[in-house]
């Protein structure tokens, strides 16, 4: 993968234009996301403010800011939970043609169904009016990229926090998404099992092709997984960063460290050299 940006500071705020050269697998149904203009307001209060976003198909986007900035709402609208007050909303495949996003989420709490056996709360990943037999193969398939498959027909009671969270990912992914998206996935989690969840989603990820968006408080995850990382503050983009290193990415890597000052510094207001 090859990253291009070229930065345009205007006051506060910056802007990136990314050309980005992914391969996405065949078969996939990552899209593109284009939000122009987007607006949301909960009475008086603006919670979005004019936000402008190109994300190309296959693309992994992290947002990242100050609670209350607008990152939850930005994510609800994106998979069609929430509408907009004004502005565009717009997918397309990786050929260009319109598409549906074919969205999916993974939460903090992993949301597991306790009468249901792991693989059955796969399927219900899949909807309704599925063979069983074939939703059964598919959520084993699915366990199968998350290394579940021994699992299968356990009880989530008897899974640690970080099966039950892989559980959930693969619930999300069972139905081949276009957008996946991750509201702060692994928030929960101590930190070696954030650090093994983390390379595992960047390895499904790779393998899949989707289209993801991350929603985190953490920057240093953020840096590690994204190809790009925004910046929202008081509902605008203050900052667009490409990260324009190979995945997978090592934890400690000092450049990845320096990219890590400058989005802190955004977040918080200060001066940072560049």
């Not at 037999?133 to 199968?144: D, K, N």
Request: with cysteine.
């Amino acid at each position: 993968m090859t990253i291009v940006a070229h930065e345009r500071f205007q006051g506060a705020a910056n802007e990136a234009e990314y050309e980005i050269d992914r391969s996405v697998p065949a078969g996939t149904g990552a899209v593109a996301i284009t939000v122009n203009g987007l607006e949301k307001s909960f009475g008086s209060n603006r919670v979005l403010r004019g936000i402008n976003l190109h994300i190309p198909a296959g693309q992994f986007v992290a947002v990242i800011g100050k609670s209350g900035c607008g990152k939850s709402t930005l994510l609800r609208i994106l998979l069609g939970l929430d509408e907009p007050t004004s502005g565009g909303l717009h997918f397309e495949n990786a050929d260009g043609a319109d598409a549906e996003a074919n969205a999916r989420i993974v939460f903090q709490e992993p949301r597991l169904l306790p009468w249901l056996d792991v693989a059955e709360n796969v399927a219900v990943g899949l909807g309704e009016g599925i063979d069983k037999r074939a939703a059964r193969a598919e959520a084993e398939a699915a366990l199968a990229e998350v290394q579940l498959s021994e699992k299968a027909a356990d009880w989530p009671a008897r899974l640690s926090g970080g099966q039950r969270q892989r559980v959930a990912l693969a619930r999300a992914l069972v139905s081949r998404p276009g957008v996946l998206a991750l509201d702060e996935p692994l928030g929960a989690l101590d930190a070696l099992t954030r650090i093994s969840m983390q390379e595992l989603l960047n390895r499904v990820w790779q393998e899949l092709g989707f289209t993801a968006v991350l929603v985190t408080h953490d920057v240093s995850e953020a840096v590690h997984l994204a190809d790009r990382v925004i910046v929202l503050d008081e509902g605008r983009v203050a900052l667009d960063l490409a990260i324009p290193y190979p995945h997978p990415r090592r934890h400690g890597n000092p450049e990845l460290a320096e990219l890590e000052g400058r989005l802190l510094a955004a977040i918080l207001g200060t001066d940072v050299a560049h």
